[in-house]
């Protein structure tokens, strides 16, 4: 089945620096959405992006969407500690949300 | 506001011994639920889900089984679990299957 895959698997950035994640997919989907989790804690639904919305905002995040290329990305913009975390896309699949292996986002203060 | 809960939060059992899971959701209906498992440093792999009372979809075959008995209530078990069962197991709800998932804390299974 098809599953995001997210790219880099890490990233370490200092804090107030951005930080972008990517993510391609393999079939057409009607939408994308991103999911944070902490260490050892259940994940959080970060956004939603629609087939038809290119790009998307939600406080530091931004999200875009590019079907043709089967891909989409995540910017935090001027990170902090606390969004240390690992960030999931999370393109559907037969019904089903699908999971890659996510990206490990470490800011150091 | 809707809520959701698995316990216990952690788990220790010998290998060849039962295991049962349990999720609940609160503050709404008809929800569709989910079992995941993630091992280690590594991604979520979906084990189960159910879009009603009684109906169960097993996603990948394995050493594991789960049942909805109620509406908000999805239950993950095992008759006899193997070493390979440690991980992560993270029960989630929806309404409707491609839309926003919420997550339980999650339990952490070691089989010893």
């Known amino acids: 089945s098809q599953q995001g895959e997210e790219d880099p698997q890490a990233l370490s950035i200092q804090e107030g620096e951005n930080a972008t994640m990517n993510c391609s997919y393999k079939t057409s989907i009607n939408n994308l959405q991103w999911y944070r989790q902490n260490s050892g804690r259940g994940l959080v639904h970060l956004i939603l992006i629609r087939s038809n919305e290119r790009e998307k905002h939600s406080g530091r995040l931004r999200v875009t969407l590019d079907t043709s290329k089967k891909s989409s990305s995540l910017l935090i913009t001027a990170s902090r500690a606390a969004d240390t975390a690992s960030y999931f896309c999370a393109p559907p699949s037969y019904g089903k949300l699908t999971f890659g292996q996510g990206t490990i986002l470490t800011v150091h203060p | 506001s809707q809520t959701i809960h698995q316990w216990p939060a952690t788990l220790v059992q010998p290998v060849g011994s039962p295991l049962s899971l349990e999720c609940t959701v609160e503050?709404?209906?008809?929800?569709?639920l989910y079992w995941y498992r993630q091992a280690a440093g590594r991604g979520l792999q979906l084990l189960f889900y159910s879009v009603g009372i009684g109906q169960i979809s097993s996603e990948v075959p394995q050493n594991l089984s789960a049942s909805r008995p109620q509406d908000r209530q999805f239950i993950l078990s095992s008759k006899k679990l193997l070493l390979s069962d440690s991980g992560f197991y993270l029960c989630?709800?929806?309404?409707?299957?491609?839309?926003?998932?919420?997550f339980g804390p999650g339990t952490r299974l070691t089989v010893l």
């Open positions: 503050g709404t209906s008809n929800p569709n």
């Open positions: 989630a709800w929806s309404l409707g299957s491609t839309n926003e998932q919420f």
